[in-house]
């Protein structure tokens, strides 16, 4: 588990960054318990513009719609601990620990979790390489699917998404979906209202 790892304030000391570290132990942080989510909400300002946000329930885009109002005057706080929670998981990273993307999907939303997820790593100080790698060839391996899934390499298992933008100079770049291939079959785009796959450098 990544979060007793932590104190109370979501800060990391060197006894457990080491260990972790030294280890090579994997870790999913699921930044967005210790408020990571919330911060990429109000941080993507057109996020219920995008197009595939349609296929959400309405209930779903309500809460994200009022969220910055919920958090209102105590953005400061949540900007603090996340920052410590980032600086701890950016130190174990740099210990040696290999870090996946979590989401705690249902808690928060399907599907937009992860792309929260991944701007977190980002602002973690992983190297973008490292944060796409975080969702699909380092998660394949870790859960023994490496040999099938996770890479764009000839005889693998492929779902693959086009965007706009450069998702390893910024991750929101995710969103902005062009082109959706399922199985190497094109199954949406721009205007279908299409979900997001992943592939990999």
Avoid: C
Avoid at 24 to 51: C, E, R, S
Wanted: net charge neutral; no cysteine; proline share 6%.
């Amino acid at each position: 588990g990544y979060s007793p790892k932590q104190s109370d304030l979501l800060a990391g000391y060197d006894d457990a960054i080491g260990l972790v570290g030294r280890s090579g132990a994997t870790v999913v942080p699921t930044l967005a318990v210790g408020g990571g989510f919330v911060d990429f909400v109000l941080g993507t300002p057109d996020l219920l513009t995008l197009p595939q946000l349609a296929l959400l329930p309405e209930a779903d885009r309500r809460n994200l719609a009022v969220l910055p109002a919920l958090v209102g005057n105590r953005r400061a706080l949540l900007a603090d601990a996340l920052g410590r929670a980032r600086a701890t998981l950016g130190a174990m990273h740099q210990a040696g620990a290999t870090v996946l993307a979590g989401t705690d999907a249902p808690i928060f939303t399907y599907g937009l979790s992860l792309h929260a997820e991944l701007a977190n790593l980002a602002a973690a100080g992983l190297p973008p390489a490292e944060v796409l790698r975080s969702a699909t060839g380092r998660a394949a391996d870790a859960v023994g699917a490496g040999a099938d899934l996770g890479y764009v390499a000839p005889g693998r298992l492929a779902d693959l998404l086009v965007v706009a933008g450069d998702p390893l100079a910024d991750p929101r770049d995710l969103l902005r979906v062009r082109l959706v291939l399922q199985a190497g079959r094109v199954v949406g785009g721009t205007g279908a209202g299409t979900g997001t796959g992943t592939g990999t450098p």
